[in-house]
């Protein structure tokens, strides 16, 4: 049976990922995104940017903020959204711990 797509993405990660419970506070710097127009209808716009969304982000309690690029936007429900980031500087920082905080 072939690997579903979440598996498969798992699979394909670089790093592996930690539990975070942190608060997260991201800024973006973009005045406006601009881009070409892809569908609309009553309900909203779908369009493609044509370049990176950049953004800072705070993780409380740890220093220094990070710079990333904001890279997917999902709709978890009940009028939540989750909002993923890579950091354009990958650093330990962003882990904490004894190395990091």
Do not use: Y
């Not at 993780?59 to 959204?81: H, Q």
């Amino acid at each position: 049976m072939a690997a579903s797509r979440a598996e498969t993405s798992i699979e394909n990660r670089r790093d592996p990922r930690h539990e975070l419970a942190d608060q997260v506070t991201i800024r973006f710097e973009a005045g406006a995104i601009v881009g070409p127009g892809q569908n609309i209808s009553q309900q909203g716009v779908f369009f493609t940017a044509l370049a990176s969304i950049p953004v800072t982000v705070q993780i409380a309690g740890r220093e220094p903020a990070l710079r990333g690029e904001l890279v997917r936007v999902e709709t978890m429900g009940d009028g939540r959204v989750g909002l993923a980031v890579r950091f354009v500087e990958p650093s330990p920082q962003a882990l904490g711990g004894a190395d990091g905080r």
